[in-house]
Nanobody, 123 residues
Framework: QVQLVESGGGLVQAGDSLGLSCAASGRTFNGNTMAWFRQGPGKEREFVAAISWSGASIYYADSVKGRFTISRDNAKNTVYLQMSSLQPEDTATYYC????????????????WGPGTQVTVSS
């Protein structure tokens, strides 16, 4: 059974940094893109960042470009999201996703999802 489990969420103040991790188990995602999405209160789930299997291709949403960094460790089957200069509008549940062969921005392109981890940024 495939499982993605996010960790590292929490409550921080505006301007702080926070790192998220997502560990996959049950299978390896050889050749697969992994991604982060987020969903704020009353909002639709939105794309944050995606990284190819090799790490050579990375894509960010404009709203996080320059502040967030996605990376992965294939030996650990883990993807990371380092977030800096956090703002209240970054408050959301952050989800890890896997199962796409391309850097896709639509949630329906990913077959596997974690349960999410809450990030709250206070002003």
């Amino acid at each position: 059974q495939v499982q993605l489990v996010e960790s590292g969420g929490g409550l921080v103040q505006a301007g702080d940094s926070l790192g998220l991790s997502c560990a996959a188990s049950g299978r390896t995602f050889n050749g697969n893109t992994m991604a982060w999405f987020r969903q704020g209160p009353g909002k639709e789930r939105e794309f944050v960042a995606a990284i190819s299997w090799s790490g050579a291709s990375i894509y960010y949403a404009d709203s996080v470009k320059g502040r967030f960094t996605i990376s992965r460790d294939n030996a650990k089957n883990t993807v990371y999201l380092q977030m800096s200069s956090l703002q209240p509008e970054d408050t959301a549940t952050y989800y890890c996703a896997a199962g796409s062969l391309r850097l896709e921005v639509l949630p329906r392109s990913y077959a596997y999802w974690g349960p999410g981890t809450q990030v709250t940024v206070s002003s």
